[in-house]
């Protein structure tokens, strides 16, 4: 087993404890845990929207990794597994995951992130799998970012693996599976990093400090958080576009009129809000933990779930997503916890 948690010590965010005080977070993500494991049909699937794509059964699995499961655990590492199984007889030749999703990069890019993430930690079998297919997947990701794109959407992705433009929250995603594929010990070139670091700090907004979606005031809450997390994990900590998304995260989040909860993709801006504030810790991240467990503990279903609407309309995805939002103070998953001066 990769033995990630000795880097717990190196990346110790600043002014941030290791785990929510509240029994009450403990408990909510226990109970979103349990709803996670009766929802997985046998083959690692679930019903509803996405159901059946490889990104929800990799969320899934990310979301029970974040509290410290890992592959072979008597409970929720039934639920790994099946993921993995799922995911790993899901794609084609190329070893591309998206054929089956609207979104065809988004799925490719979390089901690759979690075969970065969880490598090294399954059985032998397992692991000559994930051996045989990730090189592709990672080569996927690359490609479609080496496609010919015109200067504001150089570095970036999107939907489908040839589209000659990019968005930053396809590309987030993209680019956290490269981080934690290279941090790994995959071949991926320093240049395509850098490329995906340049593309988001073009997305950033330096009046107004969000980051948004393609050009404008697009998405600017749901998406700057993930400017912010995709920065601090490729090692540019504290950047001044970090730190000025951070400012205006803070200032609009909570706004009853126009914050988060009113947000199409809500559940996706929580997750990204979460990680990103939690990296730059100190008291941003405790005044928004603060009013995240508290709005949102309650708001979990009687049967451990949540649920969203439009595109978040499944209870699997926003669970997932909102798991992983609670559980990032326990710096389980490695992409999230590794030491980024690896590459100095």
């Known amino acids: 087993m990769r033995l990630h948690l000795l880097l717990l010590a190196a990346l110790a965010v600043r002014g941030v404890s290791a785990a929510p005080a509240e029994d009450r977070v403990d408990v909510a993500i226990e109970r979103g845990l349990e709803y996670l494991l009766n929802a997985q049909k046998p083959d690692g699937s679930f019903d509803g929207r996405n159901g059946d794509t490889t990104a929800l059964p990799a969320l899934a699995a990310m979301a029970c990794m974040a509290k410290g499961h890992v592959p072979g655990d008597a409970k929720y590492g039934r639920l790994i597994d099946r993921a993995l199984g799922y995911i790993l007889a899901n794609h084609d030749e190329d070893g591309y995951f998206g054929e089956k999703s609207n979104g065809k990069m988004y799925a490719h890019s979390i089901a690759t992130l979690l075969l970065t993430e969880v490598s090294g930690m399954v059985s032998a079998e397992r692991q000559a799998q994930i051996d045989e297919v990730l ?80 050009h404008g005031n697009q998405f600017t809450v749901t998406l700057s958080g993930a400017g912010i997390l995709c920065l601090e994990l490729c090692g540019r900590h504290e950047d001044p576009d970090s730190l000025s998304a951070a400012r205006y995260l803070m200032g609009v989040c909570r706004d009853p009129e126009k914050g988060m909860l009113k947000q199409e993709y809500k559940f996706y801006g929580m997750y990204y809000a979460s990680q990103g504030l939690f990296q730059l810790g100190g008291e941003r991240w405790k005044e928004f933990s603060d009013w995240m467990y508290s709005t949102w503990v309650p708001m979990q279903r009687a049967d451990g779930s949540w649920n969203g609407r439009g595109g978040e309309d499944s209870p699997v995805y926003a669970t997932s997503m909102m798991i992983l939002a609670f559980a990032v103070p326990y710096r389980q998953l490695p992409v999230y916890q590794r030491d980024e001066t690896v590459d100095e």
């Open 135 to 214: 090189p592709k997947a990672i080569k996927v990701i690359l490609d479609a970012q080496n496609v010919k794109k015109d200067k504001g959407h150089d570095g970036g992705w999107r939907y489908t693996p040839k589209a000659n433009d990019s968005d930053t929250s396809c590309s987030g995603w993209a680019l956290m599976a490269l981080r934690s594929a290279r941090l790994n010990g995959a071949q991926v070139p320093p240049g395509a990093i850098s490329r995906a670091v340049a593309y988001m700090h073009r997305h950033h907004n330096a009046k107004e400090g969000y980051f948004s979606y393609q």
